[in-house]
């Protein structure tokens, strides 16, 4: 069988951000951003029963209807986020390991500037980046850092909740999209009745949740967000664009009427500390950034950012500077050197026991064990069987 919770165990002592799981396939880690396949061949059926085991009730049936599941649970005491998708192979699942804790802006690394904005009393804060960046940690160490000022009511909107916040000094109501509400609609209108001095809207995906939180954050409140792009301005872009032609004047606007910052981040590997530490962009609402967004000209963002300095606005190249200057980088805990005794390579098990005659074989056990080891961090993709007439053959 297998193992969820040590799996999640020993690849966060492996330094591992993602663990990903496929029928047939060894186990996969994402480590500095770069994929590992470690141990052998997974057993469709196993996990079948370990995905089960860890999902109940109506989110089964979600599961057994829609073909994903999206959620987060807590597995060997790490927070994990967890897609489970149906492929062509069987059940896949995809583990997030996320943070041991809500992390502060110095667990971070992140710059003094970005935690600055939690003491912002309204308008919208939207953090932008690729998928994996760490976006979501940005908005739970802002929402931690508001948290230790002055007492406030924050409301959080995710689909699902990552990070589970204790409140010290403000009162914090986290609402799980789908289970506590049923849209981030419903939950941004229900939200603008109960009292909020903060919301966190977990992510822009479509109009009508832009179109609310902006309203929630031109009524005076603070409202924290992320979109995905690669930049600042490619950030407030896709939001103006989202909407139809005819209202997209009146939609930058609103936007440059409520804005207060936009922060684009991605991951960089700092090799000397062997970390990811965030590298950033950061464009502050000034006078002249909210005239460009006004008139919808984004493409001149760029200027603002490289002679705004003196209005906080940051580069990347200005951002990497501060990186390369910086010392005393924080380092996460519990994270190991790329240990081979806890997942060691192909072609060895781990933590998998095919105690069953009804589990297939790995394919194509004979080439691979012909085959000389893949080197580290590659994985290897087995070719498939036959001449390509026999290929062919079989698809007609």
Same mark, same amino acid.
């Given at each position: ?25 060894? $186990?996969? /880690? #994402? ?10 061949? $997974? ?7 370990? /995905? =089960?085991? @860890?999902?109940?009730?109506? *989110?089964? +049936? ?16 790490? =927070? ?26 110095? !667990? ?26 760490? +976006? ?8 931690? !850092?508001?948290? +230790? ?19 010290? #000094? ?5 609402? %799980? ?11 941004? &209108?229900?939200? &603008?009745?109960?009292?909020? %001095?903060? @919301?966190?809207?977990? *992510?822009? =995906? ?39 032609? %005819? ?19 991605? $991951? ?23 005239? &460009? ?11 603002? $950012? ?10 990347? *190249? ?21 240990? *081979?005794? @806890? ?54």
């Amino acid at each position: 069988m297998i193992n969820l919770e040590s799996l999640v165990e020993q690849a966060r002592n492996c330094g591992a951000s993602d663990l990903h799981l496929e029928p047939d396939r060894p $186990l996969t /880690l #994402r480590i500095d951003g770069r994929l590992s396949a470690r141990g052998g061949a $997974l057993p469709c059926e196993a996990l079948i029963d370990a /995905l =089960r085991a @860890i999902v109940h009730g109506n *989110e089964w +049936k979600h599961f057994v209807d829609r073909r994903s599941l999206d959620f987060a649970t807590t597995l060997a005491g790490i =927070r994990c986020r967890i897609n489970a998708f149906h492929t062509i192979h069987g059940i896949g699942i995809a583990i997030r390991l996320l943070r041991r804790g809500v992390p502060s802006f110095e !667990e971070l690394n992140l710059h003094p500037s970005i935690a600055a904005l939690a003491r912002e009393q309204h308008g919208l804060i939207v953090i932008s980046g690729p998928t994996g960046s760490g +976006k979501s940690t940005t908005l739970a160490a802002l929402v931690r !850092e508001i948290d +230790k000022g002055e007492p406030r009511h924050v409301i959080t909107l995710e689909h699902p909740v990552e990070y589970v916040h204790g409140s010290s #000094r403000s009162l914090i109501r986290q609402r %799980d999209v789908g289970r506590d509400t049923p849209s981030f609609q419903q939950g941004l &209108m229900d939200a &603008m009745r109960e009292d909020p %001095d903060v @919301i966190l809207v977990g *992510e822009l =995906r479509d109009p009508e949740t832009m179109r609310l939180t902006l309203d929630a954050a031109e009524t005076g409140h603070l409202v924290l967000t992320t979109v995905h792009s690669q930049s600042t301005a490619e950030a407030l872009s896709r939001i103006a664009s989202a909407f139809p032609h %005819d209202i997209q004047s009146l939609v930058c606007t609103q936007l440059a009427d409520c804005l207060v910052a936009v922060v684009a981040q991605t $991951l960089r590997y700092q090799e000397e500390e062997e970390i990811r530490v965030p590298e950033c962009e950061i464009l502050r609402a000034s006078t002249p950034v909210r005239s &460009m967004v006004r008139k919808a000209d984004f493409f001149r963002l760029e200027t603002v $950012l490289q002679t705004g300095a003196v209005d906080g606005q940051w580069t990347r *190249e200005r951002y990497r500077r501060w990186l390369d200057e910086r010392t005393g980088f924080h380092r996460a805990p519990n994270r190991g050197a790329h240990d *081979e005794t @806890i997942f060691p390579r192909n072609p060895v098990r781990f933590d998998v026991e095919d105690d069953s005659e009804g589990h297939a074989p790995p394919r194509h056990p004979a080439s691979q064990a012909s085959e000389p080891d893949a080197p580290d961090d590659v994985i290897v993709i087995d070719p498939p069987a036959g001449t390509l007439s026999d290929i062919l053959e079989e698809l007609e």
